[in-house]
């Protein structure tokens, strides 16, 4: 039975930092591609951050690039998101997903097969 499981979310002021952890069990980790992607209240959900199941390949929204940074530990089965100088708009849920590596390139949001049961993020003004 696979689980991913998300932590480190939170209520949080303007300009704080915070790390989301994502422990993944019941699949063979270093074969899949890792994401986060948020929703926020009245927005569809997106994919923010990818790694790829190997590790050195990342992508990430444009919004994001030099605050948010993502990594993973395959000795752990866990992928991270650090983020940094948070804003409040911000706020949203974050689900970390996996995508098997055959099933297509981690910069693509579709077949993302397995998912978090997410981890509520809120930024303060």
């Known amino acids: 039975q696979v689980q991913l499981v998300e932590s480190g979310g939170g209520l949080v002021q303007a300009g704080s930092s915070l790390r989301l952890s994502c422990a993944a069990s019941?699949?063979?980790?270093?074969?899949?591609?890792m994401g986060w992607f948020r929703q926020a209240p009245g927005k569809e959900r997106e994919l923010i951050a990818a790694?790829?199941?190997?590790?050195?390949?990342?992508y990430y929204v444009d919004s994001m690039k030099g605050r948010f940074t993502i990594s993973r530990d395959n000795a752990k089965n866990t992928v991270y998101l650090q983020m940094n100088s948070l804003k409040p708009e911000d706020t949203a849920v974050y689900y970390c997903a996996a995508k098997l590596w055959s099933s297509g390139s981690y910069l693509q949001p579709d077949k993302y097969g397995y998912w978090g049961q997410g981890t509520q993020v809120t930024v303060s003004s």
């Open positions: 019941g699949l063979t980790f270093n074969a899949y591609h």
């Open positions: 790694i790829n199941y190997s590790g050195p390949y990342i």
